[in-house]
């Protein structure tokens, strides 16, 4: 398996590459600091550790928010207290979320 990718503060979140051009963002719904979160930065975050903020991974049920000018293809879903962001620079919402579906089951790429 290849290198997970490594967490990175952004702001109260995590920020992490799981594929080519394909990025994610980890943050709770209510946007208030996850204690937690400060033991991934800088390390290597396994999918195993990213489903225990996100149980339900396999059925998340994605959605496109609004675009303006300015911003690139993303999808979001909600687990519980959690939020994530797919953000890519040109994959499909299908290429986005099976990059991420190959990610947490271990074979990221």
């Known amino acids: 398996m290849?290198?997970?990718g490594i967490a990175r503060a952004d702001g109260i979140?995590?920020?992490m590459a799981i594929g080519a051009g394909c990025?994610?963002?980890?943050?709770?719904?209510?946007?208030r600091p996850e204690?937690?979160?400060?033991q991934f930065f800088g390390q290597p975050m396994q999918a195993e550790a990213l489903a225990r903020f996100l149980p339900n991974w396999k059925t998340l049920d994605w959605k496109e928010p609004p675009r303006n000018l300015l911003s690139r293809p993303e999808?979001?879903?909600?687990d519980g207290r959690f939020q994530v962001n797919l953000e890519?620079?040109?994959?499909?919402?299908?290429?986005?979320?099976?990059?991420?579906?190959?990610?947490?089951?271990?074979?990221?790429?």
């Open 2 to 4: 290849e290198q997970p």
């Open 13 to 15: 979140g995590l920020r």
């Open 23 to 31: 990025s994610l963002l980890l943050r709770r719904r209510d946007m």
């Open 35 to 38: 204690p937690r979160f400060g």
């Open 75 to 78: 999808w979001v879903a909600f």
């Open 88 to 109: 890519t620079q040109r994959d499909s919402h299908d290429q986005a979320i099976g990059l991420f579906a190959r990610y947490m089951q271990g074979r990221a790429t």
